[in-house]
């Protein structure tokens, strides 16, 4: 059972920019308590954390993406977004959005995000 879906990524050329949405579909607790984060795995690498918002909606962002992601939630619509501009080869990765509330937390199955010409 998928408790939280991505969609929204695919190839794109460096430079260009796309749009990730993480939806609720079944997560054991109100979205609009969930702290809401973006993580990416490139192949060989760790998982590492790109940007965050909590319920109250503060953010943080990872050093290496700052400036060019940002990261939204619509609690109405139960999904979040990373808004990522300015792309390059080195943000090539699989996207996964997390959902946290205590001690329960969420993944999504990722989304491919491919930057090359």
């Known amino acids: 059972q998928v408790q939280l879906a991505e969609s929204g990524g695919g190839l794109v050329q460096p430079g260009g920019s796309l749009r990730l949405s993480c939806s609720d579909s079944?997560?054991?607790?109100?979205?609009?308590?969930?702290?809401m984060e973006w993580h990416r795995q490139a192949p060989g690498k760790l998982r590492e954390l790109v940007a965050g918002?909590?319920?109250?909606?503060?953010?943080k962002y990872a050093d290496s993406v700052k400036g060019r992601f940002t990261i939204s939630r619509d609690n109405t619509k139960r999904t979040a977004y990373l808004q990522m501009n300015t792309l390059t080869p080195e943000d090539t990765a699989v996207y996964f959005c997390?959902?946290?509330?205590?001690?329960?937390?969420?993944w999504g199955q990722g989304t491919q995000v491919t930057v090359s010409s």
């Open positions: 918002i909590s319920r109250e909606g503060s953010t």
């Open positions: 079944g997560m054991s607790f109100s979205f609009s308590m969930a702290n």
């Open positions: 997390n959902a946290g509330f205590q001690l329960a937390s969420y």
